[in-house]
């Protein structure tokens, strides 16, 4: 029998991005915790890849929208931002769903201490392989993409445009 508490975090985790539908929140690792209260209240905790990511309010409704289908009628949503979200946190079935769909994968995410984190203006450099042809003579296009957690490419040999996923 599938109690209450493992039966929402399965139907939380699988709620997709809402940017890069292919991954789901479990694949992208934003789900920090769900628990079922003794009054049933379902209290769901994330952590958004970036603390002003705009897709946290739908993913936050759809989460909602998703318990409350499936007769969790009271939802309790907190948002966590420490420890700040990490392109480390993305599962191995988000990486192959994320290459599938020719993006670019983030290496290792820088390493920080509990010090100042440095902001930097510029485009870190970084060296891509193509997810078209494989060439590693890429291009920077625009540091912000579509959304904010993905840079835009250009591979010179094929002249194809991707996306990279950034390290976080």
Same mark, same amino acid.
């Given at each position: 029998?599938?109690?209450?508490?493992?039966?929402?975090?399965?139907?939380?985790?699988?709620?997709?991005?809402?940017?890069m539908?292919?991954?789901?929140?479990?694949?992208l690792?934003?789900?920090?915790?769900?628990?079922?209260?003794?009054?049933?209240?379902?209290?769901?905790?994330?952590?958004?890849?970036? !603390?002003?990511?705009?897709?946290?309010?739908? /993913?936050?409704?759809?989460?909602?929208?998703? =318990? +409350?289908? $499936? @007769? &969790?009628?009271?939802?309790?949503?907190?948002?966590?931002? !420490?420890?700040?979200?990490?392109?480390?946190? /993305?599962?191995?079935?988000?990486?192959?769903? =994320? +290459?599938? $769909? @020719? &993006?670019?994968?983030?290496?290792?995410?820088?390493?920080r201490?509990?010090?100042?984190?440095?902001?930097?203006?510029?485009?870190?450099?970084?060296?891509?392989?193509?997810?078209?042809?494989?060439?590693?003579?890429?291009?920077?296009?625009?540091?912000?993409?579509?959304?904010?957690?993905?840079?835009?490419?250009?591979?010179?040999?094929?002249?194809?445009?991707?996306?990279?996923?950034?390290?976080?």
């Amino acid at each position: 029998m599938v109690t209450a508490a493992v039966d929402a975090r399965r139907l939380v985790e699988s709620v997709p991005d809402p940017e890069m539908p292919m991954l789901t929140l479990a694949d992208l690792g934003i789900v920090r915790g769900v628990e079922v209260d003794t009054d049933g209240t379902v209290a769901v905790t994330i952590t958004p890849t970036y !603390s002003g990511c705009p897709a946290i309010a739908t /993913i936050r409704a759809d989460i909602t929208g998703t =318990l +409350r289908s $499936h @007769g &969790y009628h009271h939802v309790r949503l907190d948002t966590v931002l !420490s420890p700040a979200w990490s392109s480390d946190w /993305i599962s191995t079935e988000g990486r192959r769903k =994320l +290459r599938e $769909h @020719g &993006y670019s994968l983030p290496g290792p995410a820088p390493r920080r201490d509990n010090g100042p984190v440095l902001l930097v203006l510029t485009a870190r450099p970084r060296a891509l392989t193509c997810p078209s042809c494989g060439s590693h003579d890429t291009r920077v296009v625009a540091e912000f993409g579509a959304t904010l957690c993905k840079a835009l490419y250009r591979c010179a040999a094929c002249h194809e445009p991707f996306e990279h996923v950034k390290e976080i």
